[in-house]
């Protein structure tokens, strides 16, 4: 494969990377269809019937604020309240695809664009992995997003439709599948101790946010607070 003028390999948008992507995370994906079913029992037992979790896991696509959005699930919905806290929690997608530019800028638009719907924190991991490691395919995202849709869409519906017996998540060690990913993942991302004191300090904010501050605002803190003391990090 051919190098550009800035030393990173070309990136393309193949079949064959889409498939990759797809299978690499398979494991991933079944991880997740755990964490959906707790998300389809929380949504049916706050009212939503089964088609309507459904479609909302197929058009919105991110756990956490799907999760918060049926929490705050009320009659009449409270609007303004659901939709700035999930836009506070999602906030971080903005950082992650300023993270993915410098190879999802020599993709099509098309592509590029519609390979970061399936942009979540587990796909993010995975293909940042993939591409800084040189590999240049640019459809690794779409795959991998693929892969976990299916499971996140499927195992929403079966969580909602059973959600009456299944009753408490946590009964079941449920609540604990996604944090049990992102440890995996946060593995694989490890770089040594030059990783430590932005994890470090993400982690400390975070901690000291959640006492402080309402709602899921110490998400955003903690996020912001690592990534500008890696920032201040690599620009020395």
């Not at 089964?50 to 919105?60: G, H, K, Q």
């Not at 409270?78 to 993915?100: D, E, F, H, K, S």
């Not at 969580?159 to 946060?186: H, T, W």
Request: hydrophobic share 55%; charged share 15%.
């Amino acid at each position: 494969m051919s190098s550009d003028t800035d030393g990173r390999r070309s990136v393309t948008f193949t079949r064959d990377g889409a498939w990759e992507g797809f299978r690499r995370c398979l494991p991933v994906a079944a991880g997740v269809g755990g964490y959906g079913l707790v998300f389809g029992v929380v949504a049916r037992q706050s009212g939503l019937s089964v088609a309507e979790a459904a479609l909302m896991s197929a058009t919105v696509f991110a756990g956490a604020a799907q999760l918060i959005a049926v929490e705050l699930w009320a009659d009449p919905i409270p609007i303004v309240a659901v939709v700035t806290t999930t836009a506070v929690v999602n906030a971080r997608y903005v950082l992650m695809g300023a993270a993915l530019r410098p190879w999802f800028a020599r993709l099509r638009p098309a592509h590029a664009y519609g390979s970061v719907f399936f942009l979540i924190d587990e796909t993010w991991a995975l293909t940042m992995g993939e591409l800084s490691e040189g590999s240049g395919r640019g459809a690794f995202m779409l795959g991998s997003g693929v892969a976990v849709w299916l499971f996140w869409v499927a195992a929403t519906v079966v969580g909602a439709s059973v959600g009456a017996a299944i009753g408490d998540p946590s009964r079941y060690g449920l609540d604990f599948v996604l944090p049990a990913i992102f440890v995996a993942i946060a593995v694989g991302l490890w770089e040594g101790k030059s990783t430590l004191l932005p994890w470090g300090v993400a982690f400390v904010v975070a901690i000291v946010a959640a006492d402080v501050l309402t709602g899921r605002w110490y998400i955003l803190a903690g996020g912001v607070a690592g990534s500008l003391v890696e920032v201040i990090r690599v620009s020395r």
